[in-house]
């Protein structure tokens, strides 16, 4: 079964900053997708990046960028140019390439970006 | 467009009450649909999934069914509440065999279960 590990469970960041949240994942696929959600008080689900493991260029969205780390599992989210808006839980998400899109998730990182 | 409602948004439920929450999508045809449960301060717990009517899925073991009586239409039940079935409960839906493209995610349920 795989796992989503994220080892950080709070972090916080002063706006204008850039902020790293890590996540581990273990798996025995070879073609798999990565996401990060983001969770606003609001409590709404919000998809904030992806990455499929097939492609080596690490994904960008705007502020939002990934480093994606195939051999060691790892798929850390950037948040550049940090803003009051970013205040949010932050959680990683793996999918397998075949299978029912049952997607798994990590306990998630609660990120307050302070003015 | 698609769009995805999940009501209600807050319930209150004495134990041993039944549940049912209801989740419904549109815009779309044979999405594959999912339940979470997220307790308070932790992650997402995949509950059911379904890839087609009456196809249930189920992830752990609870007192908790699921019912997919129509196409777009994904319901989650259970007979007796229990205090533990607390938390924020979320559905989801997905294109079959799009996986790249992650879930879209209704706007929750609270339940309390008192």
């Known amino acids: 079964a795989q796992t989503v590990t994220q080892s950080q469970p709070e972090m916080s960041v002063q706006e204008a900053e850039t902020v790293t949240l890590s996540c581990t994942y273990d798996?025995?696929?070879?073609?798999?997708?990565l996401f990060w959600y983001k969770q606003p008080p609001s409590r709404q689900m919000i998809l904030v990046i992806r990455q499929e493991a097939y492609k080596q260029q690490n994904a960008t969205e705007n502020r939002f960028s990934v480093n994606f780390q195939k051999a060691a599992k790892s798929f850390s989210l950037k948040i550049s140019d940090s803003q009051l808006g970013d205040t949010a839980m932050y959680f990683c998400a793996f999918m397998k390439h075949f299978g029912n899109n049952d997607m798994r998730f990590g306990a998630g990182t609660r990120l307050t970006v302070k003015p | 467009s698609q769009t995805i409602h999940q009501w209600p948004a807050t319930l209150v439920q004495p134990v041993g009450s039944p549940l049912s929450l209801e989740c419904t999508v549109e815009?779309?045809?044979?999405?594959?649909l999912y339940w979470y449960r997220q307790a308070a301060g932790r992650g997402l717990q995949l509950l059911f999934y379904s890839v087609g009517i009456g196809q249930i899925s189920s992830e752990v073991p609870q007192n908790l069914s699921a019912s997919r009586p129509q196409d777009r239409q994904f319901i989650l039940s259970s007979k007796k509440l229990l205090l533990s079935d607390s938390g924020f409960y979320l559905c989801?839906?997905?294109?079959?065999?799009?996986?790249?493209?992650?879930?879209?995610f209704g706007s929750g349920t609270r339940l309390t279960v008192v």
């Open positions: 989801a839906w997905s294109v079959p065999g799009s996986w790249n493209y992650g879930y879209t």
């Open positions: 798996t025995s696929e070879n073609n798999y997708y």
């Open positions: 815009g779309t045809s044979n999405p594959n």
